[in-house]
T-cell receptor, first 114, second 115 residues
Framework: AQSVTQLDSQVPVFEEAPVELRCNYS??????LFWYVQYPNQGLQLLLK??????LVKGINGFEAEFNKSQTSFHLRKPSVHISDTAEYFC????????????FGSGTRLQVQP | GAVVSQHPSRVICKSGTSVKIECRSL??????MFWYRQFPKQSLMLMAT?????????EQGVEKDKFLINHASLTLSTLTVTSAHPEDSSFYIC???????????FGPGTRLTVL
């Protein structure tokens, strides 16, 4: 079984400041890693994913994440946030074999302040 | 990119009635569809995995007789909440996976309110 931990339930940050949303995972097998964003009353939008290859993954809206196998982490970063980035962010993992159901972290609320 | 739709987007019903939610993959064939449930300010919890033409696999603690899932074709899965009660009020989200990728494509969700 795998699990995902998002240590920060809320992250307040000022506009144009950098931000890092932390994600750690636990799994006995190899995993694929994802970050999703959810705006109020909407479904999930994929920001980026790590399947294999380069550990630094670039996604949409200026976000990037780095896979660190030794630390079992997949932290999400953005060098300069905008008000429109205010949303809920979910880290998720799935096994690289099998049924591919996603296991989600508890989510981090990014609140960008002017 | 792949598009998944859900219908309805919002439903309000009386306690004791049944509600059907449809999940459709619009531009690809979804061999597997997943149903998630999200309570306010919480994460998504997997309810069940449905494979086209076979019975759904339910997660522990999810009542299969209450949450009926049918995956009759490669583009359509339905979730029926039978005899709904106020505690079933939630945001239900489906996702669909294709046969070769590892990504899931999410629908926009259905807000169910049971009075």
């Amino acid at each position: 079984a795998q699990s995902v931990t998002q240590l920060d339930s809320q992250v307040p940050v000022f506009e144009e400041a950098p931000v890092e949303l932390r994600c750690n995972y636990s799994s006995s097998v190899s995993v694929y890693l994802f970050w999703y964003v959810q705006y109020p009353n909407q479904g999930l939008q994929l920001l980026l994913k790590y399947l294999s290859g380069s550990t630094l993954v670039k996604g949409i809206n200026g976000f990037e994440a780095e896979f660190n196998k030794s630390q079992t982490s997949f932290h999400l970063r953005k060098p300069s946030v905008h008000i429109s980035d205010t949303a809920e962010y979910f880290c998720a993992v799935t096994m690289d074999t099998g049924r591919r159901a996603l296991t989600f972290g508890s989510g981090t609320r990014l609140q960008v302040q002017p | 990119g792949a598009v998944v739709s859900q219908h309805p987007s919002r439903v309000i019903c009386k306690s004791g009635t049944s509600v059907k939610i449809e999940c459709r993959s619009l531009d690809f064939q979804a061999t597997t569809m997943f149903w998630y449930r999200q309570f306010p300010k919480q994460s998504l919890m997997l309810m069940a995995t449905s494979n086209e033409g076979s019975k759904a696999t339910y997660e522990q603690g999810v009542e299969k007789d209450k949450f009926l899932i049918n995956h009759a074709s490669l583009t359509l899965s339905t979730l029926t909440v039978t005899s709904a009660h106020p505690e079933d009020s939630s945001f239900y989200i489906c996702s669909a996976g294709d046969s070769w990728g590892h990504e899931q494509f999410f629908g926009p969700g259905t807000r169910l309110t049971v009075l």
